[in-house]
């Protein structure tokens, strides 16, 4: 079972990204996560997106898919795997597209998870997160026991650059030019499947796994 998980910054796919890995027993790959193990480990492959992350230049997309490739090739992902925020671009896609292509594979679900961005900005502005020990709180979902204090050590929580709302509209902005477009590719590829994320975590969860099937 291979898949990607579409959708906004803040709509939550991450979340749901390790709860179907934890259900499926397949791997839940992220790209930040595929560069840090590779420059972590020397390999060839990392030592060329440093040169590029060094300059504060983009690794560019034929890197990106050799990384991803590389990681899917592992044993792990005999059974699947999902991709979370990679694919980002159409070109990226048709990378992807020709690489699985190349292997005799493609993908078998794009999940879109659809929040609007009044939602998601209402999300994202109120999380505050511990400066100290990394926990994080949402002034809604998830408040601490005493207003704007971390449950774990006291420290006076803060609202990180990235969840302001001026910032989370940036995000938005360019999700909506440079990743959007990628439903309607996944839906011409007769593989897109899009869930309601304004509704509880539980059922988005449910939603999905039917989607799947048990």
């Not at 925020?85 to 990378?95: K, L, M, V, Y």
């Not at 292509?101 to 505050?128: F, H």
């Not at 477009?181 to 509880?200: C, F, K, M, N």
């Amino acid at each position: 079972m291979k898949i990607i998980m579409l959708g906004a910054p803040g709509a939550g796919k991450g979340t749901q990204a390790e709860r179907i890995a934890e259900k499926y027993q397949i791997p839940h790959i992220s790209t930040g996560d595929i560069f840090r193990a590779n420059l972590k480990a020397g390999t060839e492959l990392g030592k060329k997106a440093k040169e590029y992350m060094d300059q504060g230049l983009l690794v560019p997309d034929s890197l990106t898919v050799d990384l991803v490739m590389d990681r899917i090739a592992k044993e792990d992902c005999k059974n699947g795997y999902i991709l979370d925020g990679f694919p980002r671009t159409i070109p990226q896609a048709e990378s992807l597209k020709e690489a699985l292509s190349a292997r005799g594979e493609a993908l078998d679900y794009a999940i879109d998870v659809n929040v609007p961005d009044e939602n998601i900005i209402t999300r994202m502005s109120g999380r505050r997160a511990c400066p100290n020990c990394g926990s994080t709180y949402h002034i809604v979902y998830a408040a601490p026991s005493k207003e704007n204090v971390c449950d774990k050590c006291e420290t006076a929580l803060i609202l990180r650059d990235d969840d302001k709302p001026e910032t989370v509209q940036k995000r938005l902005s360019v999700y909506h030019e440079q990743t959007q477009p990628l439903i309607e590719y996944y839906a011409s590829a007769g593989i897109l499947r899009t869930v309601d994320g304004t509704r509880d975590m539980n059922q988005v969860f449910e939603d999905i796994t039917d989607i799947l099937g048990a």
